[in-house]
């Protein structure tokens, strides 16, 4: 019974410099103003919530989470998603931060879940033993997750 596991951070953190804290704060302190000016102090303060969270994510590095895939499915950390919750995977090995595991999911919360591969998994034999139990289908990243990418998450 073959089975893959590997410790990974769970995204790739990027530095933020000041600028970015200061355009965050500018910005969503001109959306809270102006909506406050057209009476919806209700968005005002849901977008005020909304930046204080952003920044305190994007100052907090990421934890190293364990992952492991075995005959009942893949397990990221406590969480496993069994072969059967999963339409298909894709490794892709030329990934531009490193070879990633892309599990397009059958949830409608979590549609596709993205993890790094450690360097010191072989990717080929992990590729070989995933279509044994689900279906290889190339998967693109989303825009929203380019956007996120170029504005520093």
Same mark, same amino acid.
């Given at each position: 019974? *073959?089975?893959?596991s590997w410790k990974?951070p769970?995204?790739?953190y990027?530095?933020?410099?000041?600028d970015?804290?200061?355009?965050?704060g500018?910005v969503s302190a001109?959306?809270v103003?102006?909506?406050i000016?057209f009476?919806d102090?209700?968005f005002?303060?849901?977008v005020a919530?909304?930046?204080?969270?952003l920044?305190?994510f994007a100052?907090r590095? &990421?934890?190293?989470?364990a992952?492991e895939?075995?005959q *009942?499915?893949v397990?990221?950390e406590?969480v496993?998603?069994?072969?059967?919750?999963i339409?298909?995977?894709f490794?892709?090995?030329?990934?531009?931060?490193?070879?990633?595991l892309?599990l397009?999911?059958k *949830? @409608?919360v @979590?549609?596709l879940?993205?993890? &790094?591969?450690?360097?010191?998994v072989?990717?080929?034999?992990?590729r070989?033993f995933l279509?044994?139990?689900l279906e290889?289908? @190339?998967?693109?990243?989303?825009v929203?997750?380019?956007?996120f990418?170029?504005l520093?998450?």
């Open positions: 019974m *073959k089975e893959f990974t769970e995204y790739i990027t530095e933020k410099t000041s970015w804290y200061w355009t965050v500018i001109a959306i103003v102006v909506s000016i009476g102090t209700l005002g303060l849901i919530i909304g930046a204080f969270s920044t305190m100052s590095k &990421p934890r190293v989470v992952i895939i075995n *009942k499915g397990a990221v406590r496993l998603y069994p072969f059967p919750s339409d298909s995977f490794v892709d090995a030329e990934h531009r931060h490193g070879p990633r892309f397009k999911s *949830k @409608v @979590v549609p879940i993205d993890m &790094p591969i450690a360097t010191t072989d990717t080929e034999e992990l070989t279509s044994a139990h290889e289908e @190339v998967v693109k990243e989303g929203l997750h380019g956007l990418e170029r520093g998450f």
